[in-house]
């Protein structure tokens, strides 16, 4: 059954880094446009960044321009946040997202979503 996976969340203090991978099984991640979202306790869950399957297309929602970074390693099947000076609102689960179409990616209706892994920031 194709699915992706996240990792790499913990316990950070403000201004620390952590970087989020989301790895995939039976989907090469090369073939699609890539979402990662957030969801704080209280609230909905909101979209982060995106790219496209191609990589000439790469967008942050504004709270994280400067400071987030989506990326790819296609030798690894792996798409990564890498997320620095973090801060307490940064604390949320966050998702990946996969789906072939970027469109559905920015309108968070994409194919294959993860189970999230947990982001917290201490202040």
């Known amino acids: 059954q194709a699915q992706v996976a996240e990792s790499g969340g913990g316990l950070v203090q403000a201004g620390g880094s952590l970087t989020l991978s989301c790895t995939a099984s039976e989907l090469t991640l090369s073939d699609y446009s890539m979402g990662w979202f957030r969801q704080a306790p209280g609230k909905e869950r909101e979209w982060v960044a995106a790219?496209?399957?191609?990589?000439?297309?790469?967008t942050y929602t504004d709270s994280v321009k400067g400071r987030f970074t989506i990326s790819r390693d296609n030798a690894k099947n792996t798409v990564y946040l890498q997320m620095n000076n973090l801060k307490p609102e940064d604390t949320a689960m966050y998702y990946c997202l996969a789906d072939r179409s970027y469109i559905k990616i920015r309108a968070a209706v994409g194919a294959f979503w993860g189970q999230g892994t947990q982001v917290t920031v201490s202040s």
């Open positions: 790219t496209d399957f191609r990589n000439t297309t790469t």
